[in-house]
């Protein structure tokens, strides 16, 4: 399957067969997806929660009741579930962290060069936390760049998937002590196979037309 035809074929899956499960090698690939997406200036504001047993996707659920409960047969049935987090706080003691892992994967030819990532990452940085106070804006946006990766990816596997914005922050947070981790939710995903019964896989994809979203110069 080529990307293009992964991307007409991917859609957001309404319902999923529980009985179906992804395999472990693929599961590896998902997980790799999320740490290879890209982000700006390789910030990696990000943490993930994965759920595959029915214990932790039960504990994710528990975001999804009341206003939201139309997504929880979601979260239930999925083979698994990744909850994508942002960093509450972009410091220093983060951009160090960057820059020795960068050290380590061997980017840095001369200190000079070292010196001359840190400094532009380190721009970026105290422009969205101390000019534009949008640091936290800013590190969800990146966090959004990996749900594209990981939603696109997955479709190449032919497993489906459904990004999920509808559930309780404060809830999930507080379940798994994010917030005190220096981390809160701002998305999900529900991964798996889709079921018969859904009703979104029989409908035509449907795109505004190049015409309207596309001009080339």
């Not at 061997?106 to 940085?125: D, W």
């Not at 966090?143 to 922050?169: C, H, K, M, R």
């Not at 917030?179 to 896989?201: H, W």
């Amino acid at each position: 399957m080529n990307i293009i035809d992964a991307a007409s074929r991917r859609y957001a899956t309404k319902a999923f067969d529980a009985s179906k499960k992804i395999a472990a090698e693929d599961v590896d690939k998902i997980k790799n997806l999320l740490r290879l997406s890209p982000s700006s200036t390789n910030s990696q504001p990000w943490h993930f929660i994965l759920a595959s047993t029915d214990e932790g996707k039960a504990r994710i659920a528990k975001a999804t009741t009341g206003p939201y409960a139309a997504n929880q047969p979601k979260v239930l049935d999925a083979s698994h579930v990744v909850v994508l987090c942002a960093k509450t706080t972009y410091d220093d003691a983060h951009l160090q962290m960057l820059l020795q892992k960068e050290q380590e994967d061997g980017r840095f030819a001369t200190e000079q060069a070292k010196e001359g990532q840190h400094k532009g990452r380190s721009f970026y940085a105290n422009k969205h936390r101390f000019d534009l106070k949008d640091a936290q804006h800013w590190m969800e946006k990146q966090v959004y760049l990996n749900l594209g990766t990981l939603l696109l990816g997955v479709s190449t596997l032919n497993i489906d998937a459904v990004p999920i914005e509808g559930f309780d922050a404060a809830t999930l947070d507080q379940e798994f002590g994010l917030r005190e981790k220096g981390f809160t939710s701002v998305v999900m995903v529900a991964l798996g196979y889709r079921s018969v019964e859904d009703f979104n896989a029989k409908l035509p994809k449907s795109r505004l037309d190049f015409n309207q979203i596309l001009t080339e110069i």
